[in-house]
């Protein structure tokens, strides 16, 4: 290669790491809308929200496992509650009288 080639393969690298930055900055100002973090403003602006702060990834990935959590629990606890129903029904099929 000549020096030439690579002083724009260099540029064309550059860029694309550039846009890459952009695109994960974009990503996760993204997951911090809707985590609803947002920087305090320190002007009283009522009925405004700050900007998106821009939570690490380390950040990102607990909310997400707590939420997993959550999800797991809320899961747990419906199948616990349709055995119980359940449960509940056969006591009343072996409690019945017989014809």
Known sequence: ??????LKQNALLAKEIEEYGEANKRRRREFAKS???FEKSRVY?????GEARLPSWEEIFV?????LAVDKSSQR???????GNKLMELEN????PKP
């Open 45 to 49: 602006n009522f009925g405004e929200e």
């Open 63 to 67: 909310e997400i496992g707590k939420l």
């Open 1 to 6: 290669m000549t020096k030439e080639e690579l």
């Open 77 to 83: 606890d419906e199948i616990m509650n349709d055995i």
């Open 35 to 37: 985590f609803g973090w």
């Open 93 to 96: 099929k072996i409690s019945a």
